[in-house]
Structures are given as C-alpha cells and as structure tokens.
C-alpha cells in the first residue's frame, strides 16, 4: 500500500509506474499543435468548482509529451528567473518563489501519474519510456544549478534565517538539505555523471516495472474441470470466471498471476499440485530469464544507486537514503527489524507446528511447504477459533464501509461528505465527494474514489494526492483519491468484501484524511509529504477504527438481512487477531530486510538470486515461508528510488502506530475527542513543518515505545 505523492520536493525523482494493456484511440497531434495551453488543455490552469478540478474528461494520450516538455520548458525559465534575480537573497526571492514555480508540470504530473497508474496502455507506456529519463535529468538541472544553490545556501546561512516563522525555516532547510542531498555542492564532472546516473536509474525502473507487468499479464493458470476448481468458495470462481472472460478462455476460469487472484486460490484450493503450480508462477514473477527477467536489471540498479551515494559522499545507499527519515540511519531500522525478526520466527514454527499437527491428522502424509502455508493456515483458524472467512464477507460490504469511513471522519475529525456530480472522471467508475466541515460548512477538499479493477489499473490500493492543501497566494484546498481493485458486482448487487480488505480500506482512507486535514502555508510540506518512515503512521493507525462496535454495529450489516453483525462473529474476530502474526510479520520482515541489506552492501557486484538465498538462510528463514515480494519483482524498491532501503518503513511506522492508539485506550477510548484533537493538531495537520519526532512527542508527551507493537502482533512475552 503505497501513497503516490504527485508533488514531492524539487521532483526529486520520476517515479516509474506500472501499467497494462487498454485500447484506445490513437490520435496523432504534432507538437507545434500541442505545446499551448489555448491547444493543449493539460497545460491549463484546472477550471470549475472547488477552486478548479483535474480535466480528466480532456486527457489524450499524444498530448502527455508536448505537455511535459512545455511544462518543463515553463518551469526553467521560472528557475532561472529566481537564479538570476539582481535583488540579495531573501526567502520571499528565492524560497518562496521556489514554492510558486512548476504549478503547470504540477498539475500535467498529477493527471500524468493517474494514467500511468490506472488508465495505461502499451501507447502511454510507450511515452513512460521515453519521458522517465527526460523528467530525472529535468530534476537534475534545477538541483544543480548554481546560481540558484548559492541563493539557497546564503539564505540557509544567514542569521536573518532565524526571524523567520517556523514554517519557513523548515522549508529553507529542506530546500538546502535536498539540494545538498541531490548533488548541488559537486563540482561540474561529478554533478554531470550524477545526472547520467539519476537518467539511467529511471530507464531501468521503468523497464523492470513493464517486465513484472508483462510476467502479471502474459502469466495465468486455466482452470477447466470441476475437480481443478475443488475447495473454491463461489466468489473465487466468480472471479475467475469473470478473469476467464477478459483472457478471451470462455467456459473456463483463470487464475491471474497477481495476489488479489492468487492468495484465494492458495487458501481455498484442495488441489495441491495446482496450489504449488500457481505460487510458483508468482513467486518467479521476473526471474524466468528470457526478455522479462529483472536480474540483471537488479545488479544494475545496484550498481547506480552504490556509485551515485559515493558520488555524494555516504557509505551506501541506505545512508544516503535513510539521512532525512524518522530512523536517521540504517543501523536504527536494522535494529528494529532484529529486535521483531526473532520473536516472529519462533511463531512461525509455532505456527507450522499447529498445521502440520492438522495435516497429519487429515492423514495425507505430507509436509508442509509454502504453496500448503495459507490453505492450512485456514484450516487451523477455523479449528482454534471456529472462524470462517467466508462467514465475514457477507457482512461486509463496500458501499456501507465506505459510509463507515465517512462516518468515522465525522467522529474524529468533524467533517461531512457529500457526493458531487459535476466534475469529470477519468472513467465512469469513478465517484467524488466533496468533504466540508460539519458544523461550519467550511469546504475542505474533494474525495476521489475509484473502487474496481479495470485493464490498463495496476494492482493493489493507494492513496494519491491531485493537489495538496497551501495558502501562498489564498487558500488552496486538497483534492485527494483512494485508488483499490474490487470486482465489479453485476448491477444492483453489492460488492462483498473480506476482513483484510476492508481494513486496507481504512488504511488507504487514512491517507486521505492525512492529506485532508492539512493546515500549512507552503505546498512543499503539505498533507502526506513527510518522511516515509511516518507516513504510513496516520493510514495504519486508521486501521484500529474498523474494529470498533460503532462501526460494526452501524455499517457491517448483513447484504441480504440488514442486520448487524453478530457479537459472537466479531469475538471471535478479536480473539484470533493475533493468529497468523508470525507468517504475515516474516513474510514482510525478510523482504525488509533483504532490501536494506541489498543496500548496504555497497559497490559490491551483487547477483540477486544468490544474495537472496544466501541472506535468508542467514537470518534463518523459515523454508515454510517466501519473502512478500521476491527481489525479482520487489517493485516498491526497485520500480523507483521510493522505498529503496525503504520498506522497513512499515514496520517502524506501525511502532508508532501501536504506541498512538495506546493514548487512545488509555483515554476515554478509540472516540475520545479530546485525544483525537491532538492527534488532528500534532498529527494531521502539520505536513512536514515539524520533525516528525518532534510532532509525536507533543501528540503523545513521549517517544513511542515497541511494547505495544509487540503487543499487537502477540509477541509480548506471555504472563
Ligand atoms: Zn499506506
């Protein structure tokens, strides 16, 4: 679950996305036709209600380029004009100045990133290709020019620095830390062949991201008898049967090489030799040799990223990356992964123990493997808890969830929802409402929804910000998304979700309402553009909210009776939340971990196979489980810089999670007002004006302790 943050500070890196196969038409334009905004309407300012809305309804294709590189073009003459300014450097000239340039590659990158994440087609990857390396060397050319550098530099320097508001400050040294971080103080040879470098990293992460798609898409398991489909509940083989249709295999059903198709199949198929065909197939998505395999992409990739921290002047490229995050250094993240590492292991034999106890009993004489992990897994959970996931689902469904978050917002954070018709989608399926303050009616953004899967809409669920929240020149509200990929319900019958996805709803629900909630001057330090070691902290600590009786009583209601969910059910939920800890935390610890130490291990010609291999059976890696995403494949690190030596993140985001809803719990419960107030001031509100650090010792009066996250994933010693 990844927030796409469409403006990060100074672009700082294109990121690479991951696209799939859509026809649409294909209209030829030149570029002198395009590159205005009276011709090419993604260069206009956004119109309509709201202070203007994305013009979703007049994207084409062909006009994504021109409208690049005339925004682009705009942009460095804005940054030049700030470089060459006679006038001494103040942070009205230079800072805030910088705030206000790049408004129009702004919004062409927001409607540029929507396509590329749920509207591509060979004809836009096409353009990803060809502008990935365009935009990193784009990138490049502002941090590393001089003039501008100095400006920044005598600023950042100055002792006028400090009558400044503290916004400003903050804002001043990220400038200065992200310019210096980027190279800005090398001399002209290196800066050069940093630039070469940041170009070549873009090509290939946009390349190893087509390869994992295309394995996604050419990849899938046909399915043609009754005793292939044995153990399938009826909405995996609706599922399938409706993938059957869209790989034109008709009377068949299709098992999708993606986890959304696989990790049912997993779970519920009696057929064993089908089970470890199917993970197979998926755990080697990019490892197959031929033309989509990523290995030698990897060594490359690590190559790069090794020279360019040195170019820099850190160890690694961990160093280098983990500097300006919650964890400072690599050591710290390591140290935390370690002191969770072992615990969760031991579960995980713990657990094994318990499904091989059951296999024997069903008297197969087998052994557990990882392809057996998530079927007995189910098997065991009915048997312990007496809990059926199919029994959940009914419960659950999308549209009265989707009430249930609103609802919840209302609670914490008094806001209203109200849905809105005139303004353009990029597809139909798309809903929006508009978010206001309950008791001042004050407008506060917009809420895009885009609920289904559809050709052309990579995988899995996220956030992504069309516009955050600024006043530099008046009151900018947000405009934010919550992207997932449910299966459309025939018309007039509701959409039936599981446990785990309604609690990614949450998730991805509290990443809008980190974006939404935003109070701040400057654009750069808005909603969601905090360290990414903390912005998985707000969406995870949402989580907590599904699981109330408030919610559950009012919005998890029977699809056919209406009636509430029962007591009992719930119990039973609640008693097994800790069940299945040990394989969820080392299936995700060891993919952490690989990452970061792919990262630290320097200039180092790695082979990822033999790295893989050889660290996990280093850290003892149960052979029952394989990593959450295999190197090959392990798109959040390797389809762009963005959780490079990154993915410990989640871990040491849901430390502070565990501890946050402690005060909570310690209050008047998960509905304190009080509580939520100062986590709206502290939390919610402040973007990155503050060290993270900093904001959560005024929310909680301390630094956040493990105790609770060991806690909540049961691994606190047992009294
Ligand atoms: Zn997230």
Redesign the pocket.
């Given at each position: 679950?990844?927030?796409l943050i469409t403006r990060s500070l100074m672009l700082l890196v294109a990121t690479a996305m991951i696209a799939s196969n859509l026809s649409v038409n294909n209209s030829a334009m030149s570029n002198e036709t395009t590159n205005n905004p009276a011709e090419n309407p993604l260069l206009a300012r956004w119109e309509g209600p709201f202070g203007g809305v994305p013009p979703f309804d007049r994207v084409q294709v062909p006009l994504f380029k021109p409208a690049l590189e005339a925004a682009m073009a705009e942009q460095l003459a804005e940054i030049d004009r700030i470089a060459k300014n006679p006038a001494a450097p103040d942070f009205e000239n230079t800072i805030a100045a910088l705030e206000r340039a790049g408004s129009t590659l702004d919004r062409v990158r927001t409607l540029y990133g929507v396509w590329a994440a749920t509207m591509a087609n060979p004809e836009f990857q096409a353009v990803q290709r060809e502008m990935a390396p365009r935009l990193a060397a784009f990138s490049d050319q502002i941090t590393q020019n001089e003039a501008l550098f100095k400006r920044i530099d005598t600023i950042y320097n100055s002792p006028a620095k400090s009558q400044l508001k503290p916004e400003q400050q903050r804002v001043t040294w990220l400038y200065y830390t992200n310019f210096v971080r980027a190279g800005a103080r090398l001399k002209p040879e290196a800066k050069a062949r940093l630039s070469q470098i940041n170009q070549q990293l873009a090509g290939l992460f946009t390349k190893f991201s087509q390869n994992v798609l295309a394995e996604e898409t050419d990849q899938f398991i046909v399915l043609k008898s009754e005793d292939e489909l044995a153990g399938l509940p009826q909405s995996v083989r609706d599922a399938a049967a409706a993938a059957a249709e869209t790989k034109k295999q008709p009377g068949t059903w299709v098992i999708m090489n993606t986890r959304s198709s696989i990790d049912p199949f997993l779970t519920y198929s009696d057929r064993r030799d089908l089970r470890e065909k199917a993970w197979r197939m998926f755990v080697n998505r990019g490892d197959n040799g031929g033309e989509h395999d990523n290995n030698a992409i990897i060594t490359e990739i690590l190559q790069l990223r090794a020279e360019r921290a040195k170019l820099l002047g850190y160890q690694t490229h961990a160093h280098w990356r983990l500097e300006n995050s919650m964890a400072q250094t690599p050591e710290r993240a390591m140290e935390l992964m370690e002191a969770v590492w072992k615990p969760a292991v031991a579960r995980v034999h713990e657990e094994v123990a318990d499904m091989q106890a059951l296999a024997d009993k069903e008297g197969g004489r087998i052994k557990i493997e990882p392809w057996d992990y998530r079927y007995y897994m189910e098997k065991v959970r009915k048997a312990k808890y007496d809990l059926d996931q199919n029994e959940i689902k009914p419960y659950l469904q999308l549209e009265k969830l989707r009430e249930g978050i609103f609802w919840v917002a209302g609670e914490l954070f008094n806001f209203n929802f109200t849905p809105v018709t005139n303004v353009p989608v990029a597809h139909t399926d798309i809903r929006v409402w508009e978010v206001t303050d309950k008791t001042t009616k004050r407008h506060i953004g917009l809420w895009y929804f885009d609920p289904y899967a559809r050709a052309g809409k990579r995988s899995g669920a996220?956030?992504n910000a069309y516009r955050a929240q600024e006043r530099i020149n008046g009151e900018i509200t947000t405009i934010v998304s919550n992207n997932s990929n449910f299966v459309k319900g025939k018309p007039g019958e509701p959409v039936l979700i599981s446990w785990d996805d309604a609690t990614t709803m949450f998730?991805?629900f509290?990443?809008a309402l980190h974006g939404l909630n935003s109070n701040v001057t400057y654009p750069s330090v808005s909603g969601t553009s905090v360290p990414r070691d903390y912005?998985?902290f707000p969406?995870?600590l949402l989580e907590h909210w599904l699981s109330t009786p408030q919610v559950l009583q009012r919005f998890a209601l029977h699809y056919q009776t209406g009636k509430p969910i029962p007591q009992e059910l719930v119990d039973k939920i609640m008693r097994s939340a800790t069940f299945n800890q040990g394989f969820a935390t080392v299936e995700y610890l060891s993919a952490a971990l690989v990452d970061m130490k792919l990262h630290l291990a320097g200039d180092k010609k790695i082979d990822p196979d033999a790295f893989e291999r050889e660290t996990l059976a280093e850290l003892g890696m149960p052979k029952e489980i394989v990593m959450r995403h295999r190197t090959p494949q392990f798109l959040h690190v390797f389809g762009s810089d963005g959780y490079s030596a990154g993915y410990y993140s989640?871990l040491w985001s849901d430390v502070i999670t565990a501890d946050a809803f402690g005060a909570f719990t310690e209050g008047k419960g998960p509905y304190d007002r009080a509580v939520a107030e100062r986590l709206r001031k502290f939390v919610f509100s402040v973007g990155n004006t503050v060290d993270p650090a900093d904001a959560y010792r005024s929310f909680r009066g301390r630094d956040p302790k493990i105790d609770a996250l060991m806690k909540k994933r049961g691994f606190a010693a047992k009294s």
């Open positions: 679950m990844r927030v996220w956030m998730h991805e509290g990443h912005v998985e969406s995870q989640y």
